[in-house]
């Protein structure tokens, strides 16, 4: 165990090294612009690392369909999509490469740099928020990580560098209130490491007809998939794998 935890470590400098030394990236007022092979320019937060590295072999945005959306191979047709806990926007992107039925598109994400990131990548038609979500309002914490792909609203965030900010946080509610979404036409994505379940509760009595939630083992190590099946199983036929669950509303 030892010896595979040394290889792991050692596979992570030498990514890291190479990655932050080549044409891949171009630092832009304390932002970093990154081109891969497929020629996708997108701005991340931080210089490359091991959790990235993905990014410069693969297609990114197909990549992020392929985790979030395979399961909803259907021929679905929603008019609206929100995708909370965003990140630099790929999921948003992915979806409007998708579902050329959308016509209200809105992103969410906490972190102020990241959300730079955000602003800069997608197109000026989706509406980009940056706020935190929970099942209600308030100021909260968003723990920050040693990578700004692990930052959390949950204390016991992987990679924490102990630092946190305070956010302001809303509900799902209040989005699909304060913008008019039609439930019964929405497909909802919920990625918010580790603090999913708060989120999903911050829907109240709403019920999107599709929702897609990232359930790796983010909250003290452990996945939120068996909270979230109680949730929804009463309104939802789930699916999942070991990273994501799909729920599609029953008739």
Not at 8 to 14: A, D, E, L, S, T
Request: charged share 25%; proline share 4%; net charge positive.
């Amino acid at each position: 165990m030892l010896h595979n935890f040394l290889k792991r470590q050692k596979i992570q400098k030498i990514t890291n090294y190479i990655f932050n030394r080549s044409f891949l990236f171009k630092k832009i007022n304390n932002l970093y612009l990154y081109n891969n092979i497929y020629k996708e320019k997108l701005f991340f937060p931080e210089k490359a690392h091991y959790k990235l590295f993905n990014l410069f072999f693969f297609n990114y945005k197909k990549h992020l369909t392929k985790k979030y959306f395979l399961n909803l191979e259907i021929d679905i047709k929603p008019k609206y999509f929100i995708d909370c806990g965003a990140f630099i926007g790929g999921v948003t992107l992915s979806a409007l490469d998708k579902y050329k039925s959308l016509e209200k598109v809105i992103a969410i994400e906490p972190s102020p740099l990241t959300f730079s990131c955000l602003q800069k990548n997608l197109p000026q038609k989706v509406i980009s928020l940056q706020k935190a979500l929970s099942q209600e309002k308030g100021i909260l914490k968003l723990y920050l990580s040693k990578t700004h792909t692990d930052n959390s609203l949950s204390e016991k965030t992987e990679n924490s560098n102990g630092k946190s900010i305070p956010v302001e946080a809303i509900t799902l509610k209040d989005i699909f209130h304060d913008y008019q979404i039609d439930p019964d036409f929405t497909l909802l994505k919920v990625e918010a490491e580790g603090f999913e379940n708060e989120v999903i509760l911050g829907l109240d009595e709403i019920s999107p007809k599709y929702i897609v939630i990232d359930i790796s083992p983010e909250r003290e190590g452990e996945s939120c998939f068996s909270d979230i099946n109680n949730l929804l199983k009463d309104k939802y036929i789930i699916n999942h794998n070991n990273k994501t669950a799909t729920a599609i509303r029953k008739l």
